[in-house]
């Protein structure tokens, strides 16, 4: 199915065969841009369209709508006498649009549904059109235009990632791999990095304490400090993670469990570090 625009006399002007997605940085949102191309057929006569928006559907019977957005560039649009014509759109997206976009792809290629609406102008003739059409946007394209927006910057916990120093640059490239594992659809292999982060890391001395820490958590856990605690919880971090480095492994981590543990090690890194510092 092409998206494609007609005169009022039902005449196919032009048809768009495929769209570009990419996106930008937003203030506190994120930008994505569609580039439809059209391939322009004979026109009789020159021929003009107002009134242009872009409608944005998630691929299903609810139509459930992601967002509006009009054309870069002034109105009324002249069509191409060439053979090609192009329009541009972009559409703000919030965190919580996004977050729900990629629960719904679950790592893997999904579809818009794009209507175009506007009037036709020739001459003395004019006329509306409404026309939609289904387009898929791949994984590869879509994680680009997820990197382009910044919103990977965030972890999806809108948790700002730490400067990572030249002793740590390991670290930040199993993080990368978490991430990108996650967007991915791998699960598991992005769990896996998260405990690859804490064997490669000794940020504390967490490990000296364990031991006691683990015992007075039996006996008299009210009395835990605060470092004590931060042992624990750096303790059970790493055997959540633990299952995908085993051969029999029956269960496979969920999104939201991917999520977690990621967003977790993540918070825990930042924590301490800010600690270090202080």
């Known amino acids: 199915m092409y998206l494609t625009i007609k005169d009022t006399q039902g005449y196919a002007l032009a048809e768009c065969k495929g769209m570009v997605i990419n996106g930008l940085p937003g203030l506190g949102s994120y930008t994505c841009c569609l580039h439809l191309e059209f391939n322009v057929n004979h026109l009789?006569?020159?021929?003009?369209?107002?009134?242009?928006?872009?409608?944005?559907?998630?691929?299903?019977?609810?139509?459930?709508?992601?967002?509006?957005?009009?054309?870069?560039?002034?109105?009324?649009?002249?069509?191409?006498?060439?053979?090609?014509h192009h329009m541009n759109f972009r559409f703000v997206l919030s965190h919580s649009q996004l977050e729900t976009i990629?629960?719904?792809?679950?790592?893997?290629?999904?579809?818009?549904?794009l209507w175009l609406n506007g009037e036709v102008v020739q001459g003395t003739q004019s006329g509306p059109f409404s026309e939609y059409a289904v387009f898929t946007v791949k994984q590869a394209d879509w994680i680009n235009a997820l990197k382009n927006m910044a919103f990977q910057k965030t972890i999806m916990y809108e948790i700002p990632l730490p400067d990572f120093s030249d002793n740590s640059l390991s670290a930040q490239k199993?993080?990368?791999?978490?991430?990108?594992?996650?967007?991915?659809?791998?699960?598991?292999?992005?769990?896996?990095?998260?405990?690859?982060?804490?064997?490669?890391?000794?940020?504390?001395?967490?490990?000296?304490?364990?031991?006691?820490?683990?015992?007075?958590?039996?006996?008299?856990?009210?009395?835990?400090?605060?470092?004590?605690?931060?042992?624990?919880?750096?303790?059970?971090?790493?055997?959540?993670t633990?299952?995908?480095?085993?051969?029999?492994?029956?269960?496979?981590y969920s999104r939201d469990q991917a999520k977690l543990i990621l967003g977790s090690t993540i918070a825990y890194f930042c924590a301490m570090l800010k600690k270090h510092d202080a």
């Not at 967002?67 to 191409?80: D, K, N, T, Y």
């Open 44 to 84: 009789k006569t020159e021929t003009f369209l107002r009134h242009v928006y872009l409608r944005i559907d998630w691929d299903d019977d609810a139509q459930r709508m992601i967002g509006f957005a009009l054309p870069e560039g002034s109105q009324p649009i002249r069509i191409s006498t060439s053979n090609q």
């Open 102 to 113: 990629e629960s719904l792809r679950a790592g893997g290629n999904f579809n818009f549904r």
């Open 174 to 240: 199993h993080f990368e791999r978490a991430q990108n594992y996650l967007y991915q659809g791998n699960y598991d292999d992005s769990v896996g990095e998260c405990r690859k982060i804490f064997e490669l890391l000794e940020i504390d001395k967490a490990g000296n304490i364990l031991g006691s820490a683990r015992n007075k958590y039996h006996d008299d856990r009210e009395k835990l400090s605060i470092q004590e605690r931060m042992a624990l919880l750096k303790d059970i971090l790493k055997l959540f």
């Open 242 to 252: 633990h299952k995908p480095h085993h051969a029999n492994q029956t269960e496979e």
